[in-house]
């Protein structure tokens, strides 16, 4: 059983001041797989001071010598690579497929951020007015356990890019993650302060970021619940905020959509990250009169998916991430029921033979309307809600008829007609045809998916403050 009783603090792992030591449990057993000591508000007000402390140098950088320390570091967590993809089967239950496509986001991120700050332009001329864009201060950055060092190190890279130093706290549901990344961070020999990182709760080391007069913006990635209370403690110092919050998306079938290309891609795009994505496409729109077909094609492709054991290369959907989400997701099956919508396919209860974890059984539920709460609020897990629609406008209203907006699905056989849908819905980021992530390509979400946005340059401005200096 691992033991994870150190912090990282201006440069080194050293014993927190927290006491609290939170279990690590194997989802796809539920046995204790380790044990975690937690950082409390002491450790985080030193990560703090660190972090003060070297930002004068590190706001001093020139661009090069930025990008030496994004190079260090992509290639240090490179070498660790199949360290992390196997860190993050086991203690999140990730599927062997999503977990190397979740490391090798994070590996990549340091230098699709040296693409980015290669190109920025950091000083510019307005009218007649010389515009300085300059660090922001010190950054916390708070990431969820859904796919976390993805998170930390996208989030790392552009503070750095910037100028700025970080305090992070990652889930403390991810420490294992979290050490063999840190331990890949130290070995790239940065400054010292530059990063920190508390595992810790959000009640005491989120709250005590949030909160703190020295941290000068926050980067969080969670739910929209906890984002609006970072955004509500973040006033009083008058913080600046980038919230990636939760999401309903929806995946709209054109009347002139190919079915048999699009239903096996809906469901990988319902299920992916075993449907804890807030990305995933859980709202299926399809034409009224196409219904049946969709509801065979769909049960068809869900029954293929295999459910199990996370390190297996065929598998298709992992644990839950905890007995908790597990059970949130059970309440969800039967309130679906309780509401009316027609179960297609999965239900309650384990899969056979899989009772031992916190595994789901792919579900799918049929004849939903937008008004049903399995439709209207974020499941985090393999659950596909299905919905007809009769025309073109109708299929926008429905899918504009939502409290979030991170990302919507389109597939059409007329790119044009795809295109001209997705200029009216209401999301950060619209697919056709597909998925895909572009890493220099803002992303974020309209309405209660969040506030700000994430990579590229627009990821990178908001790390940064205008200086105008009139002359």
């Given amino acids: 059983m691992k033991a994870i009783n150190k912090i990282y603090v201006n440069g080194e792992f050293v014993t927190p001041h927290g006491t609290e030591v939170f279990d690590l449990v194997n989802p796809s057993t539920n046995e204790l797989a380790g044990k975690v000591t937690l950082g409390d508000e002491e450790d985080t007000r030193r990560a703090i001071a660190a972090a003060k402390a070297a930002l004068p140098a590190l706001s001093a950088t020139t661009r090069e010598e930025r990008i030496n320390y994004l190079e260090r570091l992509h290639a240090a967590v490179l070498k660790r690579e199949e360290d992390m993809v196997a860190a993050m089967v086991e203690e999140y239950g990730g599927t062997l497929q999503f977990s190397r496509m979740s490391t090798r986001f994070a590996i990549n991120a340091f230098q699709d951020v040296i693409e980015t700050l290669r190109i920025f332009d950091f000083e510019k ?110 006033i009083d110092t008058m913080k600046r905020v980038t919230l990636e919050l939760g999401g309903k998306s929806p995946n709209i079938l054109l009347e002139d959509a190919d079915l048999q290309k699009a239903i096996p891609m809906a469901v990988l795009a319902a299920y992916m990250n075993n449907g804890q994505a807030c990305v995933a496409a859980t709202r299926l729109l399809v034409p009224e009169s196409r219904l049946e077909e969709v509801n065979q094609l769909v049960k068809a492709a869900v ?116 295109e001209r849908v997705a200029a009216r819905i209401l999301a950060g980021r619209v697919a056709i045809n597909g998925f895909r992530h572009d890493p220099q390509a803002p992303f974020g979400g309209f309405k209660q998916s969040g506030i700000g946005r994430e990579f590229g340059v627009y990821g990178l401005e908001a790390y940064l403050e205008p200086k105008s200096i009139l002359v």
């Fill in 303 to 418: 029954a293929k998916v295999k459910v199990g054991n996370p390190g297996d290369e065929d598998t298709g959907v992992g644990p839950m991430v905890s007995k908790k989400q597990y059970d949130r997701v059970q309440q969800y099956i039967r309130l679906g029921q309780e509401e009316g919508a027609e179960l297609l396919i999965g239900g309650e209860g384990h899969p056979e033979g899989l009772e031992a974890g916190n595994f789901v059984k792919p579900t799918v539920f049929t004849n939903v309307n937008n008004s049903m709460r399995i439709a209207r609020e974020e499941i985090f897990g393999p659950v596909l809600s299905i919905l007809t629609y009769k025309t073109e406008e109708e299929a926008i209203a429905i899918a504009n008829d939502t409290d979030y907006g991170l990302h919507a699905y389109i597939s059409s056989a007329d790119n044009e007609r795809a």
């Fill in 125 to 234: 001329t307005v009218n007649r007015t010389k515009v300085r864009l300059e660090p922001v201060g010190v950054a916390g950055i708070i990431t969820p356990w859904n796919a976390s060092n993805s998170f930390i190190c996208s989030k790392l890279a552009t503070a750095i890019a910037a100028g700025c130093t970080a305090v992070i706290k990652p889930s403390e549901m991810s420490a294992g993650q979290t050490q063999v990344l840190l331990e890949a961070f130290h070995e790239a020999g940065l400054p010292a302060g530059i990063f920190n990182v508390v595992n810790g709760s959000g009640e005491v080391v989120g709250a005590e970021i949030t909160r703190h007069p020295d941290i000068a913006k926050i980067s969080f990635t969670g739910s929209t619940v906890i984002g609006k209370t970072i955004a509500r403690g973040a």
